[in-house]
Every structure is written in structure tokens, then in C-alpha cells.
């Protein structure tokens, strides 16, 4: 069956070299390519039975922002795949995203490969997030034990949890994980999680109330 897509990329070139990529496997059929937030909530309004089955969602867009995007696309289409498809690494703009609705969090200078792979994981129903993303956590905000110490909340992750974290970062997929781990996917998957849910427990989302632009 082939894939259809639609991006909300404000950024001609960036969106014409994904689309590129994703045809080139014949998986794929990219359908449309919006600019702004507000053009692609409009189009899904008219179009719903012509909706696709996964959206890339750019967060910095010149109207809305990704996250307003993601909620609306969440709300009117909840079966679809949305992943967020930026160069910014922030885990806080994780974890709204996938409050949000979001099925997971890529960075453009993944290598294809692994892209694809996360493409296919989060078709399958699997949450996906960038090796960065899990390497930035690693380094800025994951212990493995509590410190009173710390300019800024940290996340404390079970040993498990950190290995887990630590193969992400090294771009394995979840399967790889449970095989290197000797456990079984649905446990990586259960990490995965608690990872999400600690990350929101301990991130302060003040700064995207209101009018938010991501």
C-alpha cells in the first residue's frame, strides 16, 4: 500500500529534497506541501476523506507554529501519524509536541536510512524521536540517581532505561535495542515512555502558553 503525505514546511528546498527522499523509495506519495499552519488546518477542514496517512509538521512556521498545527490535525484526524520534522533539538518542544498529538520528533540531518526507519516505526504505531535528541537528554538532563546539586531538574532513569536511552542515541531502532538488551520490544517501548512522562513531569511549559509561535 503506499504511503500518502502531506508536510507543513515553510522552506521550499527542505521540503522539495524530503519529498525527493521519500518518493525515491516508492513507499511513498507526498499529496501536498503547505507553507503556513493555518493553509493546512484550512485544507484538512475542505478535505478530510482525502486526508493522509502521516503529516511531517515543521514546528518554526511563519503564522501558527507546528504545535497549534499538531493539535488541530490530532483533533480532526486522531488515526493519522504526525511527526514533528525540524532542525531544533529541544526537548521541551518534545515533549509539548507529543502532548499535543504528536507520534514522534526527527531532526532534518538524520541520516536516510535511520529516517526511514523511524518512518516506518511511527506508521506502525511506535513512538520515534532523533539519536540527538536522545544523546542531548543523556548529556543535559538523565542521572541515575538524585543530586541536590543540579542547576536544573533532572530526570532519573532506572539502569535499563539509561541503556535504552543510550542505544536511541546511537541510532538503533527499538527492535535493535531489545535484541542488544536481551528483552523484549514491548519493554523498550514501556522506557520509551516513562522517559516521555518524566520529561514532562520535570519541563516548564509556561513559555508556550498563550499565543505560542511553535
Same mark, same amino acid.
Given at each position: ?59 518554526? #512556521? ?7 498545527? *499538531?493539535?488541530? $490535525?490530532? &483533533?480532526?484526524?486522531?488515526?493519522? /501519524?504526525?511527526? =514533528? ?79 535504552? #536511552? ?7 531502532? *527499538?527492535?535493535? $535495542?531489545? &535484541?542488544?538488551?536481551?528483552?523484549? /520490544?514491548?519493554? =523498550? ?26
Amino acid at each position: 500500500m503506499e504511503i500518502t503525505v502531506n508536510f507543513i514546511e515553510d522552506q521550499p528546498a527542505a521540503a522539495e529534497a524530503m519529498q525527493i527522499k521519500l518518493e525515491k523509495t516508492n513507499k511513498f506519495c507526498v499529496k501536498h506541501i503547505f507553507s503556513l499552519a493555518a493553509e493546512a488546518i484550512f485544507w484538512l477542514e475542505n478535505h478530510l476523506s482525502e486526508a493522509p496517512h502521516l503529516w511531517l509538521v515543521d514546528l518554526f #512556521l511563519p503564522d501558527h507554529g507546528g504545535i497549534w498545527a *499538531i493539535q488541530r $490535525i490530532h &483533533t480532526m484526524q486522531p488515526k493519522a /501519524k504526525i511527526l =514533528v520534522f525540524t532542525s531544533f533539538d529541544n526537548p521541551s518542544l518534545l515533549v509539548r509536541a507529543i502532548e499535543v498529538g504528536a507520534n514522534g520528533y526527527l531532526l532534518k540531518d538524520m541520516r536516510d536510512k535511520i529516517l526511514m526507519k523511524h518512518l516506518e516505526d511511527a506508521l506502525a504505531g511506535k513512538q520515534v524521536f532523533s539519536p540527538r535528541i536522545a544523546d542531548y537528554l543523556l548529556q543535559n538532563k538523565i542521572t541515575a540517581k538524585k543530586s541536590k546539586n543540579q542547576a536544573e531538574p533532572q530526570i532519573v532513569l532506572c539502569k535499563e532505561g539509561i541503556e535504552v #536511552l543510550q542505544n536511541l542515541a546511537s541510532g538503533y531502532s *527499538i527492535p535493535e $535495542i531489545a &535484541t542488544r538488551l536481551s528483552t523484549s /520490544k514491548h519493554k =523498550v517501548q514501556d522506557h520509551i515512555y516513562s522517559i516521555y512522562a518524566k520529561l514532562q513531569e520535570n519541563t516548564d511549559f509556561s513559555y508556550l502558553k498563550g499565543g505560542g509561535t511553535y
